[in-house]
């Protein structure tokens, strides 16, 4: 079977490390492996609708951002097909199959879906779109014949949904759906990158964000200024590795050769963190070495959106190819899921003839 890639975002605003090292570091790679047939990265403005009804504009404006980090990060869109969500209208068509075999309680399950009501504080007034976007992801994911999805660890339980859909779907009409795998980030700190303010996830909805566009100059104040150890008072002051935000950071981007670059006292990062446990080194000295890895790793990423500031109309022409070649995947699998379910009248001949008989 022909390996594909279905993954995306939402155009809630510009993309940060969280989502670089979560998802789109890897989605590179995996672009330039020659493993996979089809390459499919999708700016969800339809999903980031479900709840931004009343906020267009924000959506409409942060495609092009969306579209300037994907391009400086390295996705190539002679490799990848990079395209808008909303112009798939194919996809509503999916989901509203798909709404008819998931339960209302089993949504209300979903853990993912659940911490975000509660982090927008919709309590009793959830939006119906915003409840059933884990559906809308299942047709994104099923349409395009996704095999494999590189994303973060917050999605686990979206790869599930579609999952199960997938199996019922086959099950009750017939093989026409694909399972897919979700594809987690190998390092454990990568899967969900904490906030600056040490909130258990970096994300653009809480302003707790490095964005992959920041000036140096902001990136190093947002460093300076993030939450460590909270009793990590004094330099001589024992610390704590486990959970501090800025060790999670260095677990994600730290590599061996950037202590030889910026700080040869130590030869490795589990060094510095014994000296950081044991006391005795402070917290601006770590934060100073990991202002100085980030910025290598971010500068290539800034000086290549920089370029392709210069040009914007070519960008919206790529997303448009990007969205046209996926529409005539989507629109294959959408006759195919028509024709299982036999709601393809005018193409069933047998069915105009079962009937012509039944009264002839
Ligand atoms: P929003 O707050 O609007 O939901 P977000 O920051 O959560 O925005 P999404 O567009 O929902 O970003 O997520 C896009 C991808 O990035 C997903 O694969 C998600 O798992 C991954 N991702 C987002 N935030 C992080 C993070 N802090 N650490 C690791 N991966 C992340
Ligand atoms: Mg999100």
Not at 49 to 73: F, G, H, M, W
Not at 174 to 184: F, N, R
């Amino acid at each position: 079977m022909d390996k594909v890639i279905l993954t995306g975002d939402r155009p809630t605003g510009k993309l940060h490390v969280g989502h670089y090292v979560g998802s789109l570091r890897r989605r590179v790679e995996l672009q330039n492996s020659g493993d996979f047939k089809k390459i499919f990265i999708m700016i969800a403005d339809a999903q980031a609708l479900t709840d931004n009804a009343d906020n267009p504009e924000k959506i409409r404006q942060n495609i092009i951002e969306v579209a300037l980090d994907y391009l400086s990060c390295g996705l190539d869109p002679d490799k990848s097909n990079l395209l808008i969500q909303s112009q798939i209208s194919e996809l509503c068509e999916l989901s509203f199959y798909y709404m008819n075999l998931v339960t209302v309680s089993r949504l209300q399950r979903n853990p993912t879906v659940k911490s975000e009501i509660q982090m927008r504080n919709f309590e009793a007034s959830i939006p119906v779109g915003f409840f059933t976007y884990p559906i809308s992801q299942a047709a994104d994911i099923t349409a395009f014949k996704a095999t494999t999805v590189p994303v973060g660890e917050d999605q686990l339980p979206m790869i599930e949904q579609t999952r199960e859909i997938v199996r019922k779907f086959n099950s009750i009409y017939g093989d026409a759906l694909i399972e897919p795998d979700v594809l987690l980030p190998d390092n454990k700190a990568c899967m969900r990158l904490p906030g600056t303010d040490g909130k258990a996830k970096m994300s653009k909805s809480l302003g707790n964000c490095i964005y992959l566009s920041d000036s140096p100059d902001d990136v190093k104040k947002k460093i300076m200024s993030m939450f460590t150890d909270p009793n990590h008072l004094q330099v001589s002051d024992p610390g704590k590795v486990e959970g501090n935000p800025v060790f999670i950071y260095l677990d994600a981007f730290c590599k061996d050769e950037h202590f030889e670059r910026y700080c040869p006292d130590y030869a490795c990062l589990d060094e510095m963190k014994e000296h950081y446990t044991r006391g005795g080194l402070g917290d601006v000295k770590v934060k100073k070495f990991l202002n100085n890895v980030i910025q290598e790793e971010l500068e290539p990423i800034r000086n290549r959106r920089k370029e392709f500031e210069k040009d914007i109309p070519s960008v919206y022409d790529m997303l448009k190819k990007g969205t046209e070649n996926a529409r005539e995947v989507a629109a294959q699998t959408l006759s195919d899921v028509k024709s299982k379910m036999k709601i393809n009248y005018f193409d069933d001949m047998e069915l105009i003839a079962e009937q012509s008989k039944k009264y002839n």
